[in-house]
């Protein structure tokens, strides 16, 4: 899995989630889900991905940690940033729901 759809995958569980919770009710927990998927993208994935890409023979030796600074830095740009989006989306489509 590349780290694209990996992203893929956590905006769709995003929405999916917020979906259901608010279908249900309970919207509370959509900043628990906020802050899982938030930990996820940060900490979880570019750590996956980097030891997914470079084995544990070529960690040992020293090398340039651009790889590595890359991976973190897409996670954290595109990953944090489609969160948020999708997050604020869902609170202004519901704010303006709640108007009307």
């Known amino acids: 899995m590349t780290p694209l759809i ?3 995958l ?8 917020y ?5 249900k009710g309970i919207k509370g927990w959509r ?4 802050v899982v ?27 340039c940690g651009m790889v ?3 991976m973190y830095m897409f996670f954290g740009m595109f990953g944090v940033g489609g969160l948020l989006l999708i997050h604020l989306l869902f ?6 729901k709640g108007r009307k």
């Open 6 to 8: 990996s992203l893929i």
């Open 10 to 17: 956590v905006f769709i569980t995003q929405i999916i989630g």
């Open 19 to 23: 979906i259901f919770f608010y279908r």
């Open 31 to 34: 900043y628990a889900l906020f």
């Open 37 to 63: 998927l938030l930990l996820l993208c940060i900490l979880i994935l570019p750590g996956a991905f980097i030891s997914a890409y470079f084995n544990n023979d070529e960690l040992n030796n020293p090398r």
């Open 68 to 70: 590595d600074l890359g």
């Open 91 to 96: 609170w202004g489509v519901n704010k303006l």
